[in-house]
């Protein structure tokens, strides 16, 4: 028993998958071509070291509740890849800039024990009450609410509950932040969901790099076609009916070469992106290694002079010669197709847009971002003004939309039902917080509620589960002031039959995923039977209900299909593949169900049903 003890913390504690993505991080940090990209697996090295260290030191506990010494299981730790904690807290680390200029604000030392010291004076509960009543805060992190929910439970006259909220946290007071950040704007609509916040959404944007085809196009229309119909002007000077150098060039000819020669090197210099003018089979390539031949007073062979004949030929046979009416319409379209706006500056001013909006929450209306450039934009960029925004970006900045549920939907921005399950938590988010009666503080678990879910699991052992919402500090202070009525229950009855009816109205149907009923399963408002319950329903067709039964469904013995044409057999196969029998229903009592539509969100091939169970959802 001992040994096998020893076998399994030594398997616990073993280095080995932490080693490896420190090893990989380590690489990617050395040898990725984005500085971005580079920056970021410098920061994944850091805390890997971080986990490492922890191993080594014993300070880190894998597969425990509390695997940090020092710290409780409701302290939000920084998650790697796999459920390693690094040992660090998200709420703790350097001040942040708003928490400096809150203690010289209140003319307290910069540290987060006087600050938190400073908002249990009449000043600081005044600050915190205010900020209740505007709503105008942020929580990023869990803790960020418990010394809002101190201020509400003062001014509601809970202060015994107060206090003993105030006797968990106060160890922590010096290390972790207890304070909401300051806002601009008010918290967004709780019946409102976004995709993507704005700070993420101008990542995205801010992300894209431009395309090299088209730097590559736009730089060979705009610089290098001129530059060669120039070039190709100055050897027209030298033909005399159709042969070029038929005429000797004089001093000034040879003068206007070399600075010809000159400017290329100049252009070649700055314009990279388009390789076609240093190729040496190309027009352009021809017409310079000749000149700079001629310039050096040597004379050309037999073979160049042929070559640069050719040249010259076919560039007027093809558009003409320079200055033509045919030529010159051709540049003219090329120039203004040059000229065209690219994605990639568009983006840049996606960018300037987003940057002056709140970062963490979404914009109601997207009409404003996505509009046309204005004139003063022009001033400032240099985009045309008018220019539309392409509907590449404008897809990604749509997603920055707040809206209702089913108005995200109909706009297109949730595209399908993994999406549509990204946003159940901010649905549940005002669910969870409906049975609390004060809107102050149905405002505050709200907010809680969604920081919560940005959590990362960790990596448990012996059957252990994760920390619940419920069982945070400041949670279970205003738990007394929670009341659950009939009317909280019906809207959430009412919330989840629109949540089910939302993958079946889109175009086309989605399928509701699992990760969605697990969501609205950890509603408190939510009746038991979407919790636990229908996990032992039996397995029926979207048309045909049967009462819940613990036992294992069985499907009826399929019918021969000896004997019949190809179609039939289909249609026999179908129908044999949604016949679904209970204990509480045989096959012969029951109705033959028809096939249902493949456009049903509920169908599913029986060759893609065969070998496993059927989601959860249906």
């Known amino acids: 028993m001992e040994e096998n003890e020893k076998q399994q913390r030594a398997a616990v504690h073993h280095p080995g998958y932490p080693l490896g993505q420190l090893a990989r991080a380590f690489a990617t940090a050395l040898s990725h071509e984005d500085a971005d990209t580079r920056r970021r697996a410098e920061e994944r090295v850091r805390r890997w070291q971080g986990v490492l260290a922890g191993l080594d030191d014993r300070t880190l506990t894998v597969g425990s509740r509390t ?3 020092g710290l409780p299981a409701w302290v939000t730790l920084e998650v790697m890849r796999g459920g390693f904690a690094t040992g660090a807290a998200r709420a703790g680390g350097p001040l942040e800039p708003d928490e400096v200029e809150a203690a010289r604000r209140a003319g307290v030392a910069a540290e987060r024990g006087a600050l938190f010291a400073y908002h249990l004076t009449e000043a600081g509960l005044a600050e915190l009450d205010a900020l209740l009543e505007s709503r105008c805060y942020e929580v990023r992190v869990p803790e960020e609410a418990a010394l809002l929910t101190v201020a509400w439970l003062v001014r509601s006259g809970d202060r015994l509950g107060a206090l003993r909220l105030l006797e968990v946290l106060e160890p922590f007071a010096d290390r972790l932040r207890f304070t ?36 590559a196009m736009n730089e060979a229309l705009a610089v290098w076609n001129p530059f060669a119909d120039e070039l190709l002007q100055h050897w027209w000077e030298t033909t005399e009916s159709g042969r070029v150098l038929a005429r000797i060039p004089g001093p000034d000819w040879l003068r206007r070469g070399t600075a010809f020669l000159r400017r290329y090197e100049r252009l070649a210099a700055i314009h990279t992106h388009c390789a076609k003018p240093h190729r040496p089979k190309e027009n352009l390539a021809i017409l310079r290694v000749a000149l700079e031949e001629v310039v050096a007073g040597r004379s050309l062979d037999t073979r160049r002079r042929g070559l640069l004949q050719y040249a010259v030929d076919s560039m007027l046979r093809r558009r003409g010669l320079p200055g033509s009416l045919e030529h ?61 925004v392409p509907a590449p970006i404008r897809r990604v900045v749509e997603r920055a939309l707040s809206a209702p549920i089913g108005t995200l939907i109909e706009r297109g921005v949730v595209p399908s039902g993994e999406v549509l399950a990204e946003l159940v938590p901010q649905l549940v988010a005002s669910t969870t917080a409906s049975p609390y009666p004060d809107p102050a503080l149905r405002a505050l678990t709200a907010a809680n509620y969604r920081a919560y879910r940005n959590r990362r699991s960790l ?128 096959a012969a009592s029951a109705p033959v169900p028809q096939p249902p539509s493949p456009n049903c969100a509920t169908h599913v091939p029986a060759r893609r049903r065969a070998g496993r169970r059927l989601p959860t959802a249906w």
């Open 67 to 69: 695997p940090v010494a």
């Open 180 to 215: 909401p950040r300051p806002s601009p704007h008010p918290a967004p609509d709780a019946g409102s969901a976004c995709r993507r916040t704005v700070g993420e959404t101008r990542q995205a944007v801010a992300g894209r790099r431009p395309n090299r085809a088209v730097e």
């Open 328 to 388: 010159t319409a051709l540049r003219d379209r090329q120039a203004a197709d040059a000229a065209r706006p690219t994605h990639h500056a568009l983006a840049q001013l996606m960018v300037r847009r987003l940057s002056a909006l709140p970062q963490q929450q979404g914009v109601p209306r997207i009409e404003p971002l996505i509009a046309p450039v204005t004139d003063q934009e022009q001033n400032d960029t240099g985009l045309p003004a008018g220019t539309a």
């Open 459 to 586: 990596l448990l052992h012996n059957l252990e589960r994760q920390v619940r919402v419920e069982e945070l500090p400041w949670i279970q202070a205003v738990a007394a002031h929670r009341h659950v009525t009939d009317s909280t229950r019906t809207n959430s009855r009412s919330a989840l039959r629109q949540l089910g009816g939302w993958p079946c109205r889109a175009s086309p149907p989605h399928s509701c995923p699992t990760r969605s009923s697990a969501n609205w399963a950890r509603s408190p408002a939510v009746p038991a039977w979407t919790s636990r319950s229908w996990r032992s329903w039996p397995r029926t067709s979207s048309w045909g209900r049967s009462p819940p039964s613990t036992s294992k469904p069985r499907r009826s013995p399929a019918p021969s299909s000896v004997g019949r044409s190809t179609s039939a057999t289909t249609t026999s196969t179908t129908q044999r593949s949604w016949r679904w029998t209970t204990p509480h229903r045989t």
